[in-house]
Structures are given as structure tokens and as C-alpha cells.
């Protein structure tokens, strides 16, 4: 069965960076594009970041381009996403989206941005 487990998120300072990292299992990894969502307290789910299955072709909500790259490693069935210049507004939980068949998702991971 397809699993997506995240890691890597916590309490950070304005300005700082964190690195999620989300494990997929279950699926042939390296032909499937990749998402990270967010979801802050109160707002919709919204789309942060896709990857495609070999990695060419990436997109980026407007509100964290140049700040967040999203990559991944097909040999450890891994995505990751770089967060930097972290803001009080990007405060959420963050999800790791899979489409394979139906939309699966990882149990996700909270990430404060806070002083």
C-alpha cells in the first residue's frame, strides 16, 4: 500500500531554514510527481511545491519562490523540500502529496516560524 511518512519539521526563528523530508513507499517512486502542501490554521490546503518523477520539471507557488526548492532522490524514494527565509506566514502543516490512482497523502508536518 502506498505510505508517505514526513520528517524534519519543528520551531524555527524568522529567517530560518528547515529541510522536510518525505519517505514514499509502495509505488514505482521514480515515475510519479511529487507535491508538498500546507495548511495553515484556519486556511484551505494550498499547493507549496511539485516536482515531476525524474526531477526535469519543478513549480513553485508565487508566495515561496526563491526560498523553497523541492528535490528528490529517486534511489532513497525520498522528496525533500528546502525551505529558507522562513516567515511567520509560512507557519503550517505541511503535507507530502502522492497521485497514484487516487491522491494519497503523508501524515504531515508542523512547521512554526516564530521568535
Known amino acids: 500500500q502506498v505510505q508517505l511518512v514526513e520528517s524534519g519539521g519543528g520551531l524555527v526563528q524568522p529567517g530560518g531554514s528547515l529541510r522536510l523530508s518525505c519517505a514514499a513507499s509502495?509505488?514505482?517512486?521514480?515515475?510519479?510527481?511529487m507535491s508538498w502542501y500546507r495548511q495553515a490554521p484556519g486556511k484551505e490546503r494550498e499547493l507549496v511545491a511539485y516536482?515531476?518523477?525524474?526531477?526535469?520539471?519543478?513549480k513553485y507557488a508565487d508566495s515561496v519562490k526563491g526560498r523553497f526548492t523541492i528535490s528528490r532522490d529517486n534511489a532513497k524514494n525520498t522528496v525533500y523540500l528546502q525551505m529558507n527565509s522562513l516567515n511567520p506566514d509560512d507557519t503550517a502543516v505541511y503535507y507530502c502529496?502522492?497521485?497514484?490512482?487516487?491522491?494519497?497523502w503523508g501524515q504531515g508536518a508542523q512547521v512554526t516560524v516564530s521568535s
Open positions: 509502495g509505488f514505482t517512486f521514480s515515475i510519479v510527481g
Open positions: 516536482i515531476s518523477g525524474l526531477g526535469g520539471t519543478t
Open positions: 502529496n502522492a497521485v497514484v490512482g487516487s491522491y494519497y
